[in-house]
């Protein structure tokens, strides 16, 4: 990195490295703030997040017990042949920021439930045990939408923590120790310049002196 290479000796250096490593500093404490922002941000959306999770699990346990006592009662092949056609359900977005973070949050979607009228069945022909699991089922594909936003918002928060983090580190770990060891090699180079330098004209002025006494 060409903040670790080795520098001339000499002032000029000296200085723009010591403002580069100010400029370092600056920019891992605005970091390390935006990481502790984000830390704050992720356990906000995270805990409803895991409530919301553990009702699914639950909700899709209750569907597929449905769907198990559907099948007992109507059979695999007139369940799928209930189901038909296939729809499609779109949902309509609102695009959101947290901390930078770009999401989506979804404000509306189709109509999930259906009556039996609307799925076209003949009353009677699909059987209580079939339309208890289609209400279970479409019920449960409600509460996923409702959970996909926050979803989507953590996953992100998660990636822009880690990245925020490891910029942390290498700012924190790698760049200014380096950039402080150059600062310090430099300044210990420039002192032994300047003694060598002030030996040098005592020397001189030593010298000199005699030679007017002779």
């Known amino acids: ?33 935006k990481r502790k922002a984000l830390v704050n941000e992720l356990f ?3 805990r ?8 699914l699990t639950e909700r899709a346990a209750a569907a597929f017990a449905t769907l198990l006592s559907a099948q007992a009662d109507r059979g695999q092949p007139q369940l799928q042949a209930l189901a038909l056609p296939l729809r499609e359900i779109g949902v309509t ?11 989506a949050e979804i404000v509306a979607h189709d109509p999930v439930r259906r009556s039996a009228a609307d799925r076209g069945v003949v ?10 699991a289609a209400a279970e089922i479409e019920a449960l594909t409600e509460r996923v939408l409702e959970a996909a936003s926050r979803e989507l918002l953590i996953r992100r928060l998660a990636r822009a923590l880690a990245e925020t983090s490891r910029r942390v580190n290498l700012l924190e770990r790698r760049v200014a120790p380096g950039l402080a060891g150059e600062i310090a090699r430099i300044a210990s180079s420039l002192g032994e310049r300047e003694r060598e330098e ?6 001189l002025l030593r010298g000199r002196s005699w030679g007017v006494r002779g």
């Open 1 to 33: 990195m060409s903040a670790l290479r080795r520098r001339p000796c000499t002032r000029h250096e000296l200085l723009r490295a010591r403002r580069r490593l100010e400029r370092v500093r600056k920019a891992a404490e605005l970091l390390a703030r």
């Open 44 to 46: 906000r959306t995270a």
């Open 48 to 55: 409803p997040a895991l409530d919301l999770r553990e009702e």
């Open 93 to 103: 977005l609102r695009p959101t920021e947290a901390w930078g973070v770009p999401g």
């Open 123 to 132: 009353a009677g022909a699909a059987g209580p045990a079939a339309l208890a």
């Open 198 to 203: 002030r030996l040098r004209f005592r020397r």
